[in-house]
């Protein structure tokens, strides 16, 4: 039987067609996020939180903590309940919002943190090279720096300052700066003046006994004043603390300069502390250390005398519900200590914020010692961070490569996602076991062969992972050292410097972009490592993929363009003319515009996806040569699920792909989001079977989720039970008998 279907139609039929219905629905090109959340906990309990490498921490005079949550990039609120918020912060890296809510404005890398007497909040957002201001209103403003040049005895909105670490306020509202890019102190009065309070500018150890203005600091990360008025400074590079009195004279109450650990029970100033990045003073005068790289928290009391408090001084995390002096910290980096005498630890690498009760006892009071969460469940509620590439695999499986998290995750069709390699401890091991209790170190890439093989470019270890269905990971290229090496002889032999792209073609050769040496290379099947020639000079290459032909695709990110690869060897630019600008939509690829390109991938019919960094968009080059948008406005945010991928926003897209139904992936790195691009209809394209995938436009045949077209003039039988999602526009069915269409 012959069925013509029009448009705004809904029919039913004896001729097995169920709620046949027909729409002009816009599904073509809209985006969604497919893994990924910003499920940092929020309102929740705070030691059930998301915390990740915080850095600083302050206390009120109520107990209310403040935490400088670094690698989120926020700054989060612990109540005397226990609840967590964010206080300042949208978890984009970037400069943004002054003037607006501190909850939607951008920090990068906030550090050291100080709370005043009036409830606001100073930060040290270091790699904005700015300090921040938070009203307790909610409002943010710039104290310093970022946007300004101007020096000492003008106004700080107008001063420049060069990676600050930390701040302090004293108790007439002056604000300290610890500049640790300039070595030096610098101190904001209450009438909006900067000024050198510490510090020459050039590193070293000099001046004790004298003026702090002519003594040399090296790296100072911590300052903190006492009720007096004194200055104290974590010297961190010195392995020291630093005083400068009220008259402006500097001595060393704490470190020998020794980068060691010794000294408890005696004089602070024989005492040997490693890389101390925090300092607090309480009330009567004590001083709280932070003494990094021993992993303990040390305290001089007023007479001098030093004492471990915290930590045992090994890595690690441990001790909660114990003696503080037994725990384990890793790498603790901020302290703050309130009036009763409880202190406070930002543990930075077990992405915890422990608190220490006047008797002793420690505990978590933030973080719940995870940065990544969410195997089991959806995968649009799990925790990524800064994933960088993706792949999938003829069975609907969505593959990533959690870089910071130092794993390979993969969505199943259903949107659960699990592990499939990597412990989510960065370091080297595992070979010849299971991949899930192996040890990646920021893996970048990921690609799948047609038996389910996952390949992964495990950047830091310079090697390429295997795992094999089995889940059995194994060595396939690389020997771990730095060097270019190997080519003619067993890829596992040869020396990569950072590999971070790889992909693997039909009949099971592999790709390698070695990005540090600029080169790509091939692993054929027997494992023999050689490099591909290009007739031009690579910069940064990142991303690679191979079509259905052989032909190699390469973002080329350094020449801001993408060059083909054939088989032959003919090296060919398809994309971009070598100007870092996103321009250049709907005309010839190779006259447009790209900025710094990182991540490529070619669908059935030969059409070029590019993950555009730095242009926060994504573009298309049809086999025609002509370039569009297909997701990203340019605006470097997060934005848009739901709508046309053209009007959404995205941040830093770095890995992509698509496919078989032309699905397509975008890793949208600093959102730590998979966004999908829907396929957009598929059309017919002849007279044909519609279980053929020659009768359509994807060369695929169409799923239970996409929108077909049936175009005027084409006749398309069905003989097979068929379920899809939305079929529109002219054109004409043709039942058998054993024919069936459902929705």
Same mark, same amino acid.
């Given at each position: 039987?012959?069925?013509?279907?029009?448009?705004?139609?809904?029919?039913?039929?004896?001729?097995?067609?169920?709620?046949?219905?027909?729409?002009?629905?816009?599904?073509?090109?809209?985006?969604?996020?497919?893994?990924?959340?910003?499920?940092?906990?929020?309102?929740?309990?705070?030691?059930?939180?998301?915390?990740?490498?915080?850095?600083?921490?302050?206390?009120?005079?109520?107990?209310?903590?403040?935490?400088?949550?670094?690698?989120?990039?926020?700054?989060?609120?612990?109540?005397?309940?226990?609840?967590?918020?964010?206080?300042?912060?949208?978890?984009?890296?970037?400069?943004?919002?002054?003037?607006?809510?501190?909850?939607?404005?951008?920090?990068?890398?906030?550090?050291?943190?100080?709370?005043?007497?009036?409830?606001?909040?100073?930060?040290?957002?270091?790699?904005?090279?700015?300090?921040?201001?938070?009203?307790?209103?909610?409002?943010?403003?710039?104290?310093?720096?970022?946007?300004?040049?101007?020096?000492?005895?003008?106004?700080?909105?107008?001063?420049?300052?060069?990676?600050?670490?930390?701040?302090?306020?004293?108790?007439?509202?002056?604000?300290?700066?610890?500049?640790?890019?300039?070595?030096?102190?610098?101190?904001? !009065?209450?009438?909006?003046? %900067?000024? *050198?309070? /510490? &510090?020459? $500018?050039?590193?070293?150890? =000099?001046?004790?006994? @004298? #003026? +702090?203005?002519?003594?040399?600091?090296?790296?100072?990360?911590?300052?903190?004043?006492?009720?007096?008025?004194?200055?104290?400074?974590?010297?961190?590079?010195?392995?020291?603390?630093?005083?400068? !009195?009220?008259?402006?004279? %500097?001595? *060393?109450? /704490? &470190?020998? $300069?020794?980068?060691?650990? =010794?000294?408890?029970? @005696? #004089? +602070?100033?024989?005492?040997?502390?490693?890389?101390?990045?925090?300092?607090?003073?309480?009330?009567?005068?004590?001083?709280?250390?932070?003494?990094?790289?021993?992993?303990?928290?040390?305290?001089?009391?007023?007479?001098?005398? %030093?004492?471990?408090? /915290? &930590?045992? $001084?090994?890595?690690?995390?441990?001790?909660?519900? @114990? #003696? +503080?002096?037994?725990?384990?910290?890793?790498?603790?980096?901020?302290?703050?200590?309130?009036?009763?005498?409880?202190?406070?630890?930002?543990?930075?690498?077990?992405?915890?914020?422990?608190?220490?009760?006047?008797?002793?006892? %420690?505990?978590?009071? /933030? &973080?719940? $010692?995870?940065?990544?969460?969410?195997?089991?469940?959806?995968?649009?509620?799990?925790?990524?961070?800064?994933?960088?590439?993706?792949?999938?695999?003829?069975?609907?499986?969505?593959?990533?490569?959690?870089?910071?998290?130092?794993?390979?995750?993969?969505?199943?069709?259903?949107?659960?996602?699990?592990?499939?390699?990597?412990?989510?401890?960065?370091?080297?091991?595992?070979?010849?076991?299971?991949?899930?209790?192996?040890?990646?170190?920021?893996?970048?890439?990921?690609?799948?062969?047609?038996?389910?093989?996952?390949?992964?470019?495990?950047?830091?270890?310079?090697?390429?992972?295997?795992?094999?269905?089995?889940?059995?990971?194994?060595?396939?290229?690389?020997?771990?050292?730095?060097?270019?090496?190997?080519?003619?002889?067993?890829?596992?032999?040869?020396?990569?410097?950072?590999?971070?792209?790889?992909?693997?073609?039909?009949?099971?050769?592999?790709?390698?972009?070695?990005?540090?040496?600029?080169?790509?290379?091939?692993?054929?099947?027997?494992?023999?490592?050689?490099?591909?020639?290009?007739?031009?000079?690579?910069?940064?290459?990142?991303?690679?993929?191979?079509?259905?032909?052989?032909?190699?695709?390469?973002?080329?990110?350094?020449?801001?363009?993408?060059?083909?690869?054939?088989?032959?060897?003919?090296?060919?630019?398809?994309?971009?003319?070598?100007?870092?600008?996103?321009?250049?939509?709907?005309?010839?690829?190779?006259?447009?515009?790209?900025?710094?390109?990182?991540?490529?991938?070619?669908?059935?019919?030969?059409?070029?996806?590019?993950?555009?960094?730095?242009?926060?968009?994504?573009?298309?080059?049809?086999?025609?040569?002509?370039?569009?948008?297909?997701?990203?406005?340019?605006?470097?945010?997060?934005?848009?699920?739901?709508?046309?991928?053209?009007?959404?926003?995205?941040?830093?897209?770095?890995?992509?792909?698509?496919?078989?139904?032309?699905?397509?992936?975008?890793?949208?790195?600093?959102?730590?989001?998979?966004?999908?691009?829907?396929?957009?209809?598929?059309?017919?394209?002849?007279?044909?079977?519609?279980?053929?995938?020659?009768?359509?436009?994807?060369?695929?045949?169409?799923?239970?989720?996409?929108?077909?077209?049936?175009?005027?003039?084409?006749?398309?039988?069905?003989?097979?039970?068929?379920?899809?999602?939305?079929?529109?526009?002219?054109?004409?069915?043709?039942?058998?008998?054993?024919?069936?269409?459902?929705?």
């Amino acid at each position: 039987m012959k069925l013509t279907l029009r448009p705004y139609v809904t029919l039913s039929s004896v001729v097995n067609i169920f709620c046949l219905f027909l729409s002009l629905h816009t599904f073509a090109q809209t985006i969604a996020t497919v893994a990924g959340s910003n499920a940092m906990g929020d309102g929740g309990p705070a030691p059930s939180s998301f915390v990740n490498h915080p850095t600083g921490v302050a206390v009120d005079q109520n107990g209310v903590v403040y935490i400088a949550d670094t690698d989120n990039n926020r700054i989060r609120k612990v109540t005397v309940n226990g609840s967590i918020s964010t206080v300042a912060g949208n978890g984009l890296a970037g400069f943004r919002g002054d003037g607006g809510p501190a909850v939607d404005a951008q920090l990068d890398s906030p550090y050291g943190i100080a709370v005043d007497k009036d409830g606001n909040l100073y930060i040290a957002d270091k790699d904005n090279n700015a300090v921040r201001k938070v009203t307790p209103t909610g409002s943010i403003t710039t104290l310093v720096g970022c946007c300004g040049s101007g020096s000492d005895g003008g106004p700080a909105t107008k001063a420049s300052v060069f990676q600050p670490s930390g701040v302090a306020v004293d108790m007439t509202g002056n604000i300290y700066i610890a500049e640790t890019g300039y070595h030096r102190i610098r101190k904001i !009065s209450t009438d909006g003046i %900067i000024s *050198t309070v /510490a &510090g020459t $500018g050039a590193f070293g150890f =000099s001046g004790d006994g @004298g #003026p +702090a203005t002519s003594a040399k600091l090296y790296e100072p990360y911590g300052v903190s004043v006492d009720t007096e008025g004194n200055l104290y400074i974590a010297d961190r590079s010195n392995h020291r603390i630093r005083k400068v !009195s009220t008259t402006g004279v %500097i001595s *060393t109450v /704490a &470190g020998t $300069g020794a980068n060691s650990y =010794s000294g408890d029970g @005696g #004089p +602070a100033t024989k005492a040997a502390l490693a890389l101390p990045s925090s300092v607090a003073v309480d009330k009567s005068g004590n001083l709280f250390i932070a003494d990094s790289r021993n992993m303990l928290i040390r305290k001089v009391n007023t007479s001098g005398i %030093i004492n471990r408090v /915290a &930590g045992n $001084g090994s890595t690690g995390f441990g001790g909660d519900g @114990g #003696p +503080a002096t037994s725990a384990r910290l890793y790498y603790p980096v901020g302290v703050a200590v309130q009036d009763d005498g409880t202190f406070y630890i930002a543990d930075a690498t077990n992405t915890r914020v422990r608190k220490v009760t006047p008797a002793g006892t %420690i505990s978590t009071l /933030a &973080g719940n $010692g995870k940065t990544f969460s969410g195997d089991g469940g959806p995968a649009t509620k799990a925790d990524l961070y800064v994933p960088s590439g993706v792949a999938t695999d003829g069975q609907g499986n969505l593959f990533i490569a959690d870089q910071l998290n130092h794993q390979v995750r993969r969505v199943s069709p259903t949107g659960i996602i699990s592990t499939i390699a990597g412990t989510g401890t960065f370091g080297y091991s595992g070979d010849g076991g299971t991949a899930t209790s192996a040890m990646l170190n920021s893996p970048t890439s990921v690609a799948v062969d047609r038996i389910g093989n996952v390949f992964i470019a495990d950047t830091y270890n310079r090697r390429i992972r295997k795992v094999s269905s089995d889940g059995t990971i194994s060595t396939v290229a690389g020997d771990g050292y730095y060097d270019y090496k190997g080519d003619g002889g067993p890829a596992t032999s040869a020396s990569m410097k950072e590999p971070t792209g790889v992909t693997v073609d039909d009949t099971g050769n592999l790709y390698i972009v070695d990005r540090e040496s600029a080169t790509i290379r091939k692993v054929s099947t027997t494992g023999i490592i050689t490099r591909i020639s290009t007739s031009v000079a690579l910069i940064a290459p990142q991303g690679i993929a191979v079509d259905k032909n052989g032909n190699l695709f390469i973002a080329d990110a350094g020449n801001y363009v993408v060059r083909k690869v054939t088989t032959t060897g003919v090296t060919t630019t398809v994309a971009g003319n070598g100007i870092g600008q996103s321009t250049g939509d709907g005309g010839p690829a190779t006259s447009a515009g790209l900025n710094y390109p990182t991540g490529v991938a070619v669908a059935t019919d030969g059409t070029l996806f590019i993950a555009d960094q730095g242009g926060n968009r994504v573009r298309k080059v049809t086999p025609a040569g002509s370039i569009t948008t297909v997701a990203g406005n340019g605006v470097y945010n997060f934005s848009g699920d739901g709508e046309l991928g053209t009007r959404a926003s995205i941040a830093k897209p770095t890995g992509i792909a698509v496919d078989g139904s032309g699905n397509l992936f975008i890793a949208d790195r600093d959102n730590n989001r998979i966004r999908r691009v829907a396929s957009p209809i598929i059309s017919s394209v002849q007279n044909g079977d519609w279980s053929s995938s020659t009768t359509w436009s994807c060369t695929c045949v169409p799923k239970n989720t996409d929108e077909v077209s049936i175009l005027s003039g084409h006749a398309v039988t069905i003989s097979q039970v068929v379920q899809i999602r939305v079929v529109r526009q002219y054109g004409t069915l043709i039942f058998t008998p054993t024919g069936k269409l459902l929705f």
